[in-house]
């Protein structure tokens, strides 16, 4: 170990620009197994690894460093695996230079482990070598639980429940499993036979999803509660935040999720008819993306794949103070995303569809409650920027579940979330739990796995108790 002294951070080999921008495909390799031992053991092995602190799974980020450079590559998986139940996606789509590796004890100058590849290259291998077996229950358990929503954090509650015993039934809307992992994610950060293989691997293990399923609509919540022991609610929130600003309700301006998902249908083979139209297709247009997270990043990277004649990224404050993954925009500027930083749109503009945006440049002030410094507009600095198409990237705020669950009792904080004890995931509505974006807003998936690996233990105390409890007083 200790070899960040000898040698630097190499990332494993990306893939030119040139081809990257005209398909889908992930843009890094993998790496082989020499390459992978020396950055491994560029880990000092610090005694307080604050890799392991920032990550909200707490990898045992040392241990399998260390196990790699040893060539104990099935023992690395096993540790890998033991607390994080999709490692191979958390590998390619974790935020690491905000995480495990912006954390790392040597990132003060000799640059980070290259951690998030280091634990891709892991799991890669462990499929690749057969290691990745089902769950299989020391004992099945009659008591069922009922989860809406097959993204990460209901996948995750899922397959630890089933390690438990119990009968897990998941209830999506869509016609595959993955939630965002799916629809959401572009394939060039997280190609789609990944996600595949981890739901085929869960029904293997005994998992049951229901497709195509609304809960709400095609069953209510208060039947699946009665069909149900328990039940967890991973819904994610896919409501998108808006403008505030004349003109916003033109055609052509369109939401970040929206878009992302007609793209993905679109490579999935599946019908999106707004994609066929033209509407959520940015070939040959001159697009505006406007936000500054890694949901922007993924719109303006997709832009480019789908042909557009310009891309512009509209954030109103400078590159030091983008939200995202700076890994992220570093990709998109090698992929000629053209950013305007500093800006924010005062208008949009056209007669019955968008041809442009009036923006108008900021200046950063104070720093607000995030740290971050607040931005000011700048009188007289108003530019109008032409514009087929608008894709707003601010965010997501949850729907209104008590309504759409038909379930008033469900209490919901004052951001709309669903309130629960942090403790426990319990929500207000005895044996209902809830996990992910519906409870901390909108977040990483790292922490949906996190939410989903505390829900299934406080359900099986929750399911246990009761048990015992029917028990004693038959």
């Not at 066929?276 to 297709?281: A, K, P, R």
Request: hydrophobic fraction near 40%; aromatic fraction near 6%; glycine fraction near 10%.
């Amino acid at each position: 170990m200790l070899k960040f002294a000898e040698f630097g951070q190499e990332m494993p080999d990306k893939r030119p620009v040139s081809r990257r921008r005209s398909d889908w495909g992930e843009i890094y390799a993998g790496y082989d197994e020499q390459r992978a031992a020396l950055q491994s053991a560029r880990c000092s092995q610090c005694g307080i690894p604050f890799c392991q602190i920032h990550c909200p799974v707490h990898n045992n980020i040392p241990d399998w460093l260390k196990l790699v450079v040893e060539g104990r590559m099935e023992e690395a998986y096993e540790l890998s695996q033991s607390t994080n139940n999709l490692p191979e996606i958390c590998g390619r789509i974790c935020p690491h230079d905000r995480l495990c590796e912006g954390n790392c004890v040597i990132e003060k100058g000799f640059d980070a482990v290259t951690i998030g590849s280091v634990e891709k290259y892991i799991t890669d291998t462990a499929w690749q070598k057969g290691w990745v077996k089902p769950v299989v229950p020391r004992r099945e358990r009659p008591q069922s639980v009922g989860i809406v929503g097959a993204g990460p954090g209901g996948m995750t509650a899922a397959e630890e429940l089933r390690r438990l015993g119990y009968q897990a039934h998941v209830y999506d809307r869509n016609d595959r499993p993955g939630g965002l992992l799916m629809y959401g994610i572009p394939s060039f950060k997280l190609e789609k036979h990944i996600v595949d293989r981890r739901t085929d691997l869960l029904r293997q293990s005994g998992v049951v999803f229901h497709s195509n399923v609304e809960v709400g609509r095609d069953i209510s919540f208060e039947a699946l509660r009665h069909k149900h022991q328990a039940v967890l609610i991973a819904t994610g929130v896919y409501k998108a935040r808006d403008f505030a600003v004349p003109g916003v309700g033109l055609d052509g301006i369109v939401a970040a999720l929206d878009y992302l998902i007609a793209s993905n249908m679109k490579g999935l083979g599946r019908a999106a008819p707004k994609f066929e139209s033209g509407v959520l297709n940015a070939a040959g247009k001159a697009v505006i993306v406007v936000g500054g997270g890694d949901t922007a990043m993924d719109c303006v990277r997709t832009a480019v794949r789908q042909g557009a004649k310009s891309v512009k990224c509209l954030y109103r404050r400078d590159r030091a103070n983008m939200p995202g993954s700076m890994r992220e925009v570093s990709h998109a500027e090698d992929e000629g995303i053209d950013f305007v930083w500093l800006s924010t749109p005062r208008a949009f503009l056209g007669e019955g569809h968008v041809d442009g945006v009036r923006m108008i440049r900021m200046r950063l002030g104070q720093p607000d409650s995030s740290g971050r410094q607040t931005p000011r507009p700048i009188a007289g600095s108003e530019l109008r920027l032409d514009a087929d198409l608008v894709v707003k990237a601010l965010g997501f705020d949850p729907e209104d579940l008590p309504a759409t669950l038909d379930a008033p009792e469900l209490a919901t904080t004052n951001w709309g979330t669903v309130a629960v004890d942090f403790n426990k995931l319990s929500t207000s509505m005895p044996g209902v739990f809830a996990v992910g974006d519906v409870v901390r807003g909108a977040s990483l998936v790292v922490w949906a796995i996190r939410d989903g690996r505390l829900a299934a233990s406080e359900i099986h105390k929750y399911l246990s108790e009761r048990a015992e409890a029917i028990a004693c007083a038959s």
